[in-house]
């Protein structure tokens, strides 16, 4: 139906397209460390070693764990398995709030505190009404 | 192959065609803004700095799909041949590219008030900009080439590369931890998005959609009167 060179051309596409893909896989893979915008407090947990460079850990606030003293924000950020403590010095985003989605962006100061310079509130994929919310916590 | 591609007869269309599709998209963008900016309700958490969304994810999406369909023009064209699916991609690109950058400042505008940060360096957010980059080289690929066949074979290669990255921001959400959240909206399973915000997001989708429908036809009419006056450069 087609000539030889129509299959060719078509041929050679696919090959430019698989070989990209595989490459760009492989990058990817190798880079993990830096496309994660955040690490969990389990990932914090397992560290080799306490570096002093900034890094991002990620997670819920814990429930009942937010303690605001003068300008000083003191919270826990837990994946449910471990947590970590972070201190913080400033104003925190409008969503911040207790069993919420949160990125903070600072230095670990050991394995379970961290120093916060920056608070991101993480908002999840849902959305509704208010009228709705509160009918599905009444359920 | 693909005879009805006459020249005479698409132009009858594309210069006929906008002003239905202007009056369409009027009317769509109305009833969506409307209903996006004052029937559809706030959202529990984020009260009224949801309604970016309508704006935002819409823009997102049509960037996303405008790539995808030059992209598969591109490569049609390159394998058989066919100088009209070029002309159509490149009439396809500029509505494009507005609206990826529609996509990034509404992000911003978005992130600010709900996350604290105009810009994260999260893998949704920079693979995004990746997508404007490649749609600002296939763009300039166009006018800084005088040949043809060149042209063709260099906004393939460019599409073809960019190709890559759609599925990966379709994805980044899933794959990596990111400051952006995973998709409302799922083909297969249940939305997580209340219908009420689901509908005025679908009008305003269309609107955008309509818009990009409006100045494809009008870039690509511009196109068939050059080759027209040209009388040489045939489809």
């Known amino acids: 139906m087609y000539g030889s060179k129509v299959k060719l051309r078509f041929l050679f596409i696919v090959i430019i397209l ?51 003293n003068a300008n000083e924000v003191r919270f826990i950020i837990t994946d449910f398995k471990n947590e970590i403590n972070v201190i913080y010095t400033g104003a ?15 230095f670990l100061k050991d394995r379970s505190v961290f120093s916060a310079t920056k608070i991101l509130a993480k908002h999840d994929e849902n959305y509704m009404p208010p009228e709705v919310k509160t009918a599905l916590e009444e359920k | ?55 935002h994810v819409p823009s997102a999406w049509i960037s996303l ?29 500029p509505s494009g590219f507005v609206f990826n950058i529609i996509a990034l400042v509404t992000g911003a505008i978005w992130g600010k008030p709900t996350w604290g940060t105009w810009w994260a360096w999260d893998a949704r957010i920079t693979s995004m900009l990746i997508l404007a980059l490649f749609y600002a080289m296939y763009l300039i690929s ?18 073809i590369l960019g190709i890559i990255n759609v599925p990966i921001i379709k994805y980044s ?22 219908s009420s915000m689901l509908f005025p997001l679908m009008l305003m989708t269309a609107a955008f959609a309509l818009f990009s429908l409006l100045i494809f036809l009008m870039k690509y009419n511009t196109e068939l009167i050059k080759i027209k006056n040209r009388g040489l450069d045939r489809l």
């Open chain 2, 1 to 55: 192959m693909f005879k009805f591609f006459e020249p005479n007869k698409i132009f009858k269309i594309t210069s006929r065609a906008p002003k239905y599709v202007l009056f369409l998209f009027i009317i769509v963008l109305s009833i969506g803004l409307v209903e996006a900016l004052i029937l559809s309700p706030e959202d529990y958490k984020q009260s009224h700095a949801v309604r970016i969304m309508y704006v």
């Open chain 1, 18 to 68: 698989i070989t990209l893909i595989l490459t760009i896989f492989l990058i990817l893979k190798s880079l993990e460390e830096n496309v994660v915008y955040f690490q969990s407090p389990t990932e914090i947990k397992l560290l080799s070693e306490v570096k002093d460079n900034k890094i991002r850990v990620g997670g819920m606030v814990k429930k009942d764990s937010i303690s605001i």
């Open chain 1, 92 to 106: 925190v985003p409008n969503l911040f709030a207790e069993e919420k989605g949160v990125v903070a962006e600072g």
């Open chain 2, 173 to 194: 959400v899933d794959w990596w931890n990111t400051l952006h959240q995973p998709a409302s909206i799922n083909i297969l399973s249940k939305s997580s998005i209340h």
């Open chain 2, 65 to 93: 799909g405008i790539f995808s369909s030059i992209t598969f023009l591109s490569i049609s064209g390159f394998v058989f041949k066919n100088k009209n699916f070029f002309l159509i991609s490149k009439s396809l690109a």
């Open chain 2, 142 to 159: 166009w006018r800084i080439y005088e040949d043809k066949e060149k042209v063709f074979k260099i906004t393939t290669f460019i599409t």
